[in-house]
């Protein structure tokens, strides 16, 4: 199975700047998909961005952009310009494109804090 | 934020009773999916459902019963939880289980959070 790997569980960043979170995953699959979703508190869950891995650009939405390194198995994303309302838990997710399973496979999770 | 809707939001249940999650999906999609989120552990998938036929369940215990009547409806019972059940009980909806990112991407709804006392 795959496994996604979120390595930090809090990061806090000032309104109006930068901050990357980081995702790792580990797979032999050549062909998948990444995700980041976004959790507020007691919230729905909404999708922020996808990546297919066989797209060499990265994803960008807004001020949500993403780093995908497939070599190093790795998945960030960039929040730019960060404002209050994004203060959430932030997931990111596996899926595979192969039809082996159904699963979005999702990493523990990143609680941001946005301060004024 | 009202494609997928999930009642009750919230629902505290002794562990001899029977309840039923609900899930409706307003997006013409035709594959759902009940997980299980738990607090410090990864969501995990219980069933997926394709055009009201289930073709994934995970292992889980026969005391959650997932029913989908047709594609917009998504039903879990419960009877005889555990404590260890307690968790938020998340649906989602796609447009399809294949055909590309379009069709497999998942959109969540709010959630039930359930306490099993």
């Known amino acids: 199975a795959q496994t996604v790997t979120q390595s930090q569980p809090e990061m806090s960043v000032q309104e109006a700047e930068t901050v990357t979170l980081s995702c790792t995953y580990d797979?032999?699959?050549?062909?998948?998909?990444l995700f980041w979703y976004k959790q507020p508190p007691s919230r729905q869950m909404i999708l922020v961005i996808r990546?297919?891995?066989?797209?060499?650009q990265n994803a960008t939405e807004n001020r949500f952009s993403v780093n995908f390194q497939k070599a190093a198995k790795s998945f960030s994303l960039k929040i730019s310009d960060s404002q209050l309302g994004d203060a959430a838990m932030y997931f990111c997710?596996?899926?595979?494109?192969?039809?082996?399973?159904?699963?979005?496979?999702f990493g523990k999770g990143t609680s941001l804090l946005v301060t004024p | 934020e009202t494609g997928v809707t999930q009642t009750p939001r919230h629902l505290v249940m002794g562990m001899t009773n029977k309840k039923s999650l609900k899930c409706e999906q307003h997006?013409?999609?035709?594959?759902m999916y009940w997980y299980k989120q738990s607090a410090k552990k990864p969501l995990e998938l219980m069933f997926v459902?394709?055009?009201?036929?289930?073709?994934e369940n995970n292992s889980v215990p026969s005391r959650f019963s997932p029913e989908c009547p047709n594609s917009s409806h998504l039903f879990l019972h419960l009877h005889t939880l555990q404590p260890e059940d307690s968790a938020l009980y998340l649906c989602?909806?796609?447009?399809?289980?294949?055909?590309?990112?379009?069709?497999?991407?998942?959109?969540f709804g709010p959630g039930t959070r359930l306490l099993v006392l």
């Open positions: 989602a909806s796609s447009p399809g289980l294949a055909g590309g990112p379009a069709q497999e991407t998942q959109y």
């Open positions: 797979t032999s699959e050549s062909d998948y998909y």
């Open positions: 990546q297919e891995a066989y797209k060499q």
């Open positions: 997710a596996y899926r595979s494109a192969s039809n082996s399973g159904y699963a979005l496979n």
């Open positions: 997006l013409g999609h035709n594959a």
């Open positions: 459902y394709s055009l009201e036929e289930r073709v």
